[in-house]
């Protein structure tokens, strides 16, 4: 059962567009949700994360946007740029519990 | 930032030898550290969860016997893939979070390839 949805697969934004990236979740004892940027052959690494007591974060150009009663969540990264081109996962972590749900992933590309 | 370190970073064994990784985390005490195997193009996979002094949990259809971790400090954890064979080529992902932390950090990742 996968616990987290993320869409789409892939994308390919142009540079200087906004980059988009959805996940949606079931189980509303997830309290923690952070985002992941990987790189080819690389770690992933902690972009950005949010808790369901605000609706909106922001980290230079990457947001996150949450909407709980729809029990979803979004990445925006503004201005994109070539070097964003990476993998992003979302993720969620269950209140009291330590272990990450991943969603499967999506592939960004930011044409020049 | 907290980082964690993994090594080797990349290894390449023969079938039916043992390969060791080990994950450190170099400015934090990682109470917690989560070992992932991840395949091209795909989600992380998680292996198995170990708390420092206890014994991992394993995830469902993970060989404790074959995937040995040991986390005997608040510092670093290994990974043993013992008799390895060309189906556990893969990329492995070390993870640790510790209490002064809410957030989940990564390691660089391991190559193993088995030939």
């Known amino acids: 059962q996968q616990q987290v949805k993320q869409s789409p697969q892939s994308l390919i934004v142009q540079k200087g567009g906004i980059s988009i990236i959805n996940c949606a979740y079931e189980n509303t004892a997830f309290d923690y949700f952070p985002w992941y940027q990987q790189f080819p052959g690389k770690g992933p690494a902690l972009l950005i994360a949010?808790?369901?007591?605000?609706s909106e974060k922001k980290e230079g150009r990457f947001t996150i946007s949450f909407n709980k009663s729809a029990k979803q969540f979004s990445l925006h990264i503004m201005d994109s740029q070539p070097g964003d081109s990476a993998t992003y996962f979302c993720a969620a972590r269950y209140s009291g519990y330590s272990t990450l749900t991943f969603g499967k992933g999506t592939m960004l590309l930011v044409s020049p | 930032g907290a980082v964690v370190s993994q090594h080797p970073s990349w290894v390449i064994c023969k079938s039916g030898t043992s390969v060791k990784i080990e994950c450190r985390s170099l400015d934090f005490q990682a109470t917690t550290m989560f070992w992932y195997r991840q395949f091209p193009k795909q989600s992380l996979m998680l292996m198995a969860t170990s708390n420092e002094g206890s014994k991992a949990t394993y995830e469902q259809g993970v060989e404790k016997d074959k995937f040995l971790i040991n986390h005997a400090s608040l510092t670093l954890s290994t990974l043993t893939v013992t008799s390895a064979h060309p189906e556990d080529s893969s990329f492995y992902i070390c993870?640790?979070?510790?209490?002064?932390?809410?957030?989940?950090?990564f390691g660089p990742g391991t190559r193993l390839t088995v030939t």
């Open positions: 993870s640790a979070r510790s209490t002064s932390y809410y957030e989940q950090y």
């Open positions: 949010i808790r369901p007591d605000v």
